[in-house]
């Protein structure tokens, strides 16, 4: 070489949301750092982040992708469902699993950016149930999603997809 030293690869900042506090984007990119290194280092950050910062929806993003991508699929559910029930809190909407909707109950679209975050984590968990085996759950989130969102805004068709050539597999 020519004397010029050489830089080390640094994987770029993931940005969660933005204006996200300086301690829980601390916590968060230093799991993402260390999820493949040390997982278990990963995991305890994540976990932390999530329970010193419970009212953080991407705290909650980041512990569910990070389960989900690691396989631990009934801890991915887990983290979902908690993630759920904070947004649904925070949006001042009732958390449903099932298809029925109180008549002049808050929409989740009406909560801004709590409502998109609830509607996202429930087409995870619809993708997550698709992953353990269990079409009928996911068919049930999928309707609920469809009955939510007809305009398919949080893109879960592409769950529909993977669903359908599940069942066509099956």
Not at 77 to 85: G, I, N
Not at 118 to 130: D, H, S
Request: net charge negative; aromatic share 8%; charged share 25%.
């Amino acid at each position: 070489m020519n004397g010029d030293s050489v830089v080390p690869w640094r994987e770029p900042a993931v940005l969660f949301a933005p204006g996200l506090p300086a301690a829980v984007d601390a916590l968060l990119q230093r799991a993402v750092a260390l999820r493949h290194s040390d997982p278990a280092e990963a995991e305890r950050l994540l976990l932390n982040a999530a329970a010193r910062f419970p009212d953080c929806l991407p705290a909650h993003f980041a512990l569910y992708k990070y389960y989900a991508n690691r396989r631990s699929l009934a801890q991915a559910e887990d983290a979902a469902r908690r993630a759920l029930r904070e947004a649904a809190r925070q949006g001042g909407f009732a958390c449903r699993l099932g298809l029925r909707e109180p008549a002049g109950e808050r929409h989740p679209y009406e909560a801004g950016g709590a409502g998109h975050f609830y509607l996202f984590t429930l087409k995870a968990l619809a993708f997550i149930k698709l992953r353990r085996n269990e079409a009928a759950a996911a068919e049930d989130i999928l309707a609920l999603l469809l009955a939510l969102d007809p305009e398919d805004r949080s893109g879960a068709s592409v769950v529909r997809q993977l669903a359908d050539a599940v069942e066509e597999d099956g």
